[in-house]
């Protein structure tokens, strides 16, 4: 029987990228059913205090998000595609960093072309329309794990937990076995945490 496997994302997060990518390679080698859904960053750190860098970066998520959310309410078997294809432009294409309102406009517009979406999915970007859906969408998240949470968010089985937080993407029978090791951890009832500093940042 396929291990059931949740996979909450903020496109713009690179550790949920490299995350991701590793479920793509578990999905290779093990029997998992994966369900990407959106949450968001935006929402998460909405009416916090952040410095102005973080701040502009949390402006241009909304919109990425925004889309993802009417997807996934309305075509909600195209986000991992979308998710795959939108990532890689975003964090193997060379536009990450970016900052304000609107700044992954052309990253959605090209993302929506590549995988043959409606490219009016794009004008929910930069209005409050699907802030509705995008809000339920990440509260999904929350609910399952709590509120001192980044993304990705991953529920393995009947448990969620924030992270598997990785820098690098492990492939193969090593991504089988890093799986196997996530779900017995996720299979005791009274595991909450492993945690330590990190000494680099995703390698995507």
């Given at each position: 029987?396929a ?14 990228w490299?995350?991701?990518?590793w479920?793509?390679e ?18 998460l750190n909405?009416?916090?205090e952040?410095?102005?860098t ?5 402006k ?17 078997d ?20 970016r900052?304000?309102?609107g ?30 859906q ?5 509260e ?6 709590g509120?001192?949470?980044g993304?990705p968010?991953?529920k393995?089985g ?6 598997p ?9 090593e991504a089988?076995e ?7 951890l996720?299979e005791?009832p ?7 500093t ?7």
């Open positions: 029987m291990t059931p496997v949740k996979f909450w994302f903020d496109v713009t997060c690179p550790f949920a490299v995350t991701s990518r479920i793509k578990v999905e290779k080698v093990r029997d998992i059913e994966v369900e990407f859904i959106p949450m968001s960053l935006a929402v909405d009416g916090r952040l410095d102005a973080y701040t502009e970066k949390m241009a998520a909304w919109g990425p998000a925004r889309v993802f959310a009417k997807v996934a309410t309305e075509q909600p195209k986000v991992d595609e979308l998710y795959t294809t939108m990532g890689t432009i975003v964090h193997r294409e060379d536009n990450s960093g900052g304000g309102y700044a992954y406009d052309d990253v959605i517009a090209e993302a929506l072309r590549r995988t043959g979406l409606d490219a009016a999915l794009a004008d929910v970007a930069n209005t409050e329309d699907a802030d509705g995008l809000r339920a969408f990440h999904s998240a929350i609910s399952s794990v509120d001192e949470v993304t968010v991953v393995l009947d448990t969620a937990f924030f992270g937080v990785i820098t690098r993407i492990p492939e193969g029978e089988g890093i799986f196997d090791a996530a779900v017995r996720a005791y009274y595991f909450f945490e492993l945690k330590r990190r000494t680099e940042m995703p390698h995507v």
